[in-house]
């Protein structure tokens, strides 16, 4: 399912969004430092809490890269991925500003993971890279990479308010090492 999810984002992406970029909209939400989650930006229906390493789910946040183009330096199309937060896959059974603050780190977890993912486009360009493939190659392996530290985030903090603070400063150092790539709206 997740997998057939960046198929179609990344297609979607490439096709149809075309350079309009979307702040925010009634479905989605840009990720910026400046704009945190709220309650009522979890549009989805709330669905029936799943069973994830022994707790139940109350809130499930849908992130993830929409594709636009941008002209490089020689004039080749290449593509950008922005991260955005999908208001109407996202939900929550509960109003809990602690599962807030553990939702938002989803969110700036995917964000990190962008940055990665545009350092890699941009060495691709310097090398004179632009077969399509290649690009796409690439991003499957970053959001599989980021898939598997959302698992461990999960995993780690399961309610524990002080490994959250400590998710919270790692990903707040490495989201700052990495600000030479964070997307900020025109």
């Known amino acids: 399912m997740k997998k057939a999810f960046l198929a179609i984002t990344f297609l979607i992406g490439f096709l149809s969004f075309g350079q309009e970029i979307v702040s925010e909209n009634d479905t989605l939400l840009l990720w910026a ?12 229906s709330s669905k029936i809490p799943k069973n994830k390493y022994r707790v139940h789910t109350a809130a499930e946040t849908a992130t993830g890269p929409v594709f636009i183009h941008r002209t490089d330096k020689n004039g080749n199309k290449v593509p950008y ?69 959302q698992k461990d985030y999960d995993k780690q903090v399961s309610f524990n308010k002080t490994k959250q603070e400590e998710w919270r400063k790692y990903i707040d150092k490495e989201l700052d090492a990495l600000k030479k790539y964070e997307y900020i709206p025109e």
């Not at 632009?130 to 990479?145: A, G, H, R, T, W």
Request: charged share 30%; hydrophobic share 35%; aromatic share 18%.
């Open 33 to 44: 430092k400046l704009r945190p989650l709220d309650w009522n930006d979890f549009k989805g």
């Open 81 to 149: 991925p922005l991260n955005y937060f999908y208001k109407s896959l996202s939900w929550s059974i509960s109003n809990d500003s602690l599962l807030l603050i553990h939702e938002q780190l989803h969110f700036d977890i995917k964000e990190l993971y962008i940055r990665k993912m545009r350092i890699g486009f941009e060495e691709f360009t310097h090398k004179n890279i632009y077969e399509s493939y290649v690009y796409k190659d690439f991003s499957e392996k970053i959001l599989e990479q980021c898939r598997q530290v």
